[in-house]
């Protein structure tokens, strides 16, 4: 069976400070990956996804960044944080059917 | 991806079922119909998924209705730990890339009471 792994489980960071949230994904392998974020009281909402190492598309353009250096990997980067990126980040592989979400990093930005 | 209604939140007691609504009313014929909870402060968890049959799986069940305009996930018998957001989301059946992804509502906030 897969299972995600996501660390830290939570961060607090000062605004202007960079960022790396980093995914590993376990029992499968070229999986399709995902970041989402959430805000608090919001919907999940898609950042990135990767066919491939490599290979990145970014759905809604900001100071987020993202790499997949393994097949296996999947980090989430910032240069400089806002206020606004403060949230609930999930890592998500595709499985038959569905998604599977880790655990989620819960970043505060202060 | 068509978009998908749901009421903003229901209750429910314990040991009594649950009708979650859903609909869907512009749904494509390659559309699968999909649901997730998300219990607080945890990822969405995946707990079925069908396209024009009604399922059953150990979690839930999802009725479909003839026309697939609206949908129903049903927990035969509620428990604490059933406590959730639940989002019914439609997707595409082609799961690569962009297309796959899910795109999550606002969900039906699940409270139930002992």
């Known amino acids: 069976s897969q299972t995600i792994h996501q660390w830290p489980a939570t961060l607090v960071q000062p605004v202007g400070s960079p960022l790396s949230l980093e995914c590993t994904v376990e029992?499968?392998?070229?999986?399709?990956l995902y970041w989402y974020r959430q805000a608090a009281g919001r919907g999940l909402q898609l950042l990135f996804y990767?066919?491939?190492?490599?290979?990145i598309s970014s759905e809604v353009p900001q100071n987020l960044s993202a790499s997949r250096p393994q097949d296996r990997q999947f980090i989430l980067s910032s240069k400089k944080l806002l206020l606004s990126d403060s949230g609930f980040y999930l890592c998500?592989?595709?499985?038959?059917?569905?998604?599977?979400f880790g655990p989620g990093t819960r970043l505060t930005v202060l | 991806d068509a978009k998908t209604t749901q009421p903003n939140s229901m209750e429910s007691n314990e040991e009594e079922p649950v009708h979650l609504p859903c609909n869907h009313s512009?749904?494509?014929?390659?559309?699968?119909i999909h649901w997730y909870r998300q219990l607080p402060s945890q990822g969405p968890e995946y707990v079925i998924h069908?396209?024009?049959s009604n399922v059953n799986n150990r979690m839930a069940s999802l009725a479909i209705a003839e026309d697939r305009k609206s949908s129903t996930l049903i927990l035969h018998r509620a428990t604490l730990r059933d406590a959730a957001v639940y989002y019914c989301?439609?997707?595409?059946?082609?799961?690569?890339?962009?297309?796959?992804?899910?795109?999550f509502g606002k969900g039906t906030k699940l409270s139930v009471k002992p």
């Open positions: 998500a592989s595709n499985i038959a059917g569905g998604q599977f």
């Open positions: 029992g499968t392998s070229n999986p399709n």
């Open positions: 990767s066919v491939g190492i490599g290979q």
């Open positions: 512009t749904i494509s014929g390659t559309d699968y």
């Open positions: 069908g396209l024009t």
């Open positions: 989301i439609l997707r595409d059946r082609d799961y690569g890339g962009s297309q796959g992804n899910l795109i």
